[in-house]
């Protein structure tokens, strides 16, 4: 049996997901141009995309964050590992 660490991108959407349940936040998968619903007590639904580094959104998820703003919803982009100064505008 092998012992492979996770990358770094799995462990970083694990932590956001977490976040998000102990928040009270039902999190769903999407897979989708954003990477999970969170779907929070009183509030819209919360679209998630994460980013481990400085990455920016591809163009499936800038679409998927015009969408989600145009019908009132919410596109979020967390990120794990990218210093504040650095990062790109998503």
Known sequence: MTNKKAPAWEHCE????????EKGCKV???GKG???LAICPDQ???LVE??????????????TMNEANSN?????TERCGCPKSERSHS
């Open 44 to 46: 819209k639904p919360i």
């Open 34 to 36: 954003s990477d999970f």
């Open 50 to 63: 994460v980013k481990d580094g400085c990455h920016g959104l591809t163009e499936l998820q800038k679409k």
């Open 72 to 76: 009132g919803w919410e596109y979020r």
């Open 28 to 30: 769903v998968p999407t």
């Open 14 to 21: 694990n932590e956001k997901r977490q976040q998000y349940s």
